[in-house]
Every structure is written in C-alpha cells, then in structure tokens.
C-alpha cells in the first residue's frame, strides 16, 4: 500500500458542506459563515510523551482529536474541521483502519470534517490542527476573570492521572475502577456542547490538560486577578474518592489530561445545563496567586505543580 492508497483508503471521506474541497488537493477550501471569527489550536502526541505505545489504536485516533476539540470548547468554537499530519513507523493496515475509525468517530459526532493532512514515515507523530469559528466578540478567553466571579469546573478531575500512577506502577487498582480510570485517560470526552453555551456568560475558560494549578493560573495571570481554590470540592470519581486523601489532592490539583473545562462567572450567573455535571470550587480574589484551602477554609500545603515539559 503507497501513501497516496493509504490516505484514499483511511483518511478520505465523501465531502460535506462547508467543505468545497476536502482531502485530494493541494490545499482545502472552505466555506466560511458569513461575519464569523475563524478559531485555530494546534495540539500534537508524541509516542512516549502523550500516550503509551501499547494504548489501543481506535482510543489513540479518539483522543488526538479529542484533546484538539477540548481547546476549541475551552474558547466556546463551534468546530468546522481538522486537518492531521501523521509520521508512521509503517503503513499497518490493522493499526491504521482502528485509528481513522476512533479519530473519524469522533469527527462525525461534531461535524468536524478531516479536511486534509500529511503523511510520511518516521517514529509516531499525531498532529492535529483544528478549525472552528465563533461569533464576533464571543470567544471565550482566558483574559476576562473579574474579582468576585465563582470558579467552575466541568466532569471530575483526576482519573487520567491516577490511571497513568497504575502504568507506572505506585498505585494498584483492581478490576473495574482501572477500566473506568483508564477509560478518562484514553478516550476523553471534549465538552464542546458546554463550550458553545457558555459564549456570553462565562467570564474566562481553559481546558485542564496539564493540571488545574497550572491551567486554571494561566486565567489568573492573564487577567491579572488571583483565587482560592476549596481542594476538597473538586468533582472526583468514587474510585478515586477511594485512595489516600494525599494522592486523591495530588491527581485532582495537578494530575492533568482532564480535558474539563474550568471557567468562571459572575455569581448567580444562570449556566447551562447540557448534561454535564458543573461544580463550583472557588472565588476570583485580588489577591494574586492561588490559595488552596480545605472545606474549613484552612491553607493546604501541597508543593504540587501541573505537568511542564520543560520545567527543570
Ligand atoms: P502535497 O504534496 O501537495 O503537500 P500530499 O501529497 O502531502 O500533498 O497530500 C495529498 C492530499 O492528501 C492533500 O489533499 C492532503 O491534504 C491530503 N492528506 C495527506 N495526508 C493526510 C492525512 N493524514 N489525513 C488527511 N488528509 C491527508
Ligand atoms: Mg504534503
């Protein structure tokens, strides 16, 4: 099978609209909603860094796209569609029909078309651009957080990391609670429904994919606000309600890979129900920084930080 077989066979699909020109050309063109603000986010997995060589290939194809869609949700987008630059060992037809059968899954459940890509041999490298749009003035930044909103979070914290604890070996899980932890870890779910309604009532969003500290302070310095944080508030699964409170706070705080929206409203603010689970766990304050308190509103040393690739 040659690359240009390979692409026919796993990456085109018949056209849609919006779409003029999809996969097959030199570039793709498409139709934009008239007066719409285009949304781009560009995320890539490196085998070894982002996912396990042994993950399955279907979930893989899932949550290259899924983690793209996160960002569009994080800035309330409504997806339009993706293109994807793939390095590959080598054309295994097993691998390749499990992993465009998990990514275009998910495409067809958002209308988020695979509009084209690159192809070419090399270690396992899965780039995704993604494309959406948004109305003038209505994107959601991390820029608008005012003293005085309410900090929500969207799903529960936690899971993929305390998944990724049982692949490195410090922490055992029997039966069902691994399958349910590991299942947030490689397929999760990107609130773009949730997103797209909070345009015009959250103040500031971001998705958790490093960790809630580090996520939710990137909103605080880019709105030059600060917040505390109640640690025993955080949504959290019962198997991970289960383990040591320690490592309970240490996967919530900063375990990562969540792809949870976290934002925040005025108080009061009517949110939308879109049947995701939302919970409040904190205040915008002046103050800079971030005060992790406990239920008793005392301090909680935790000397956590979310994940960095390039922290020392
Ligand atoms: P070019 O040489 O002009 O860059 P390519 O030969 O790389 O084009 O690709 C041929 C067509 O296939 C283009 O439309 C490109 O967008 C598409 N394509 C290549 N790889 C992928 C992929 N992994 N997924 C989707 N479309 C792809
Ligand atoms: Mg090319």
Redesign the pocket.
Known sequence: MG??DL?RRY??RPAVAGVEVG????C?VLVPTPGARWLVSSDMLVEGRHFLSTVDAARLGHKALAVNLSDLAACGATPRGF????ALPRADEAWLAGFSRGLLALADAHGCP?I????TQGPLNICITVFGEAPPGQALLRSGARVGDEIWVSGRLGDARLALEVFRGTVALAGDGFEVVRAAMECPTPRVALGQALRGIATAAVDVSDGLLGDLGHILSASGVGARVEVDALPRSAVLAAQPQALQRECGLAGGDDYELVFTAPRGAALPDVGVALTRIGVIEADPGLRVVDARGTAVAHGLRSFDHFAA
């Open positions: 690359e240009f692409i990456f085109q996969v097959g050309d030199d793709a293109t994807l630059a793939l695979l084209g890509g690159d192809t």
